[in-house]
Each structure stands twice: as C-alpha cells, then as structure tokens.
C-alpha cells in the first residue's frame, strides 16, 4: 500500500516536471519565432547622426540636468541624515 502510494507520488511528480519542461520549451520556440518575425518585418531604424558641436550656446544637455539633480538630491540627503 505505502510502495503503491510512492509510486503514484513519483509518477505525478514526472508527469508535472514533464509537462513544465515541455511548456517552457514550447515558450522559448514561441519568443524566438516572433522574435524574428518582427525583426524581419519592423527592422529597427538606424539611429541618426549626432550633432556634435551644433547645440545651442548655454544649452544644457539633459546628462547634465540629470548629474546636477541627483548630486542636488544626495547633498540635500546628506544634510537632513547628519547627526
């Protein structure tokens, strides 16, 4: 009866890994045909030539801003935490 019950218990524990190995197999196939459907039909554009030296005089580039606000942020961080 015990070796009975084992037996069921090793048997659904295959057939659940099984069927687990299966549908990931199935969903990795499944990404990398559509993968290449789009890649083959919506081709990314190719990125534009930079501008380099055309910006605005006193432009600020958004790297900049985003450097400045979070050196702001850890100062103001540091300044509140200091005991």
Known sequence: MQQDIVAQGVELMLFGMGTVVVFLAL?????????????????????????????????????????AAITAAVHRHRNRHRP
């Open 27 to 67: 969903l990795v196939v499944a990404t990398s045909v559509m993968s290449a459907v789009v890649g083959r039909f919506f081709p990314e554009a190719p990125p534009a030539p930079a501008a380099e030296g055309k910006a605005a005089p006193g432009a600020v580039s958004p790297d900049a801003e985003i450097v």
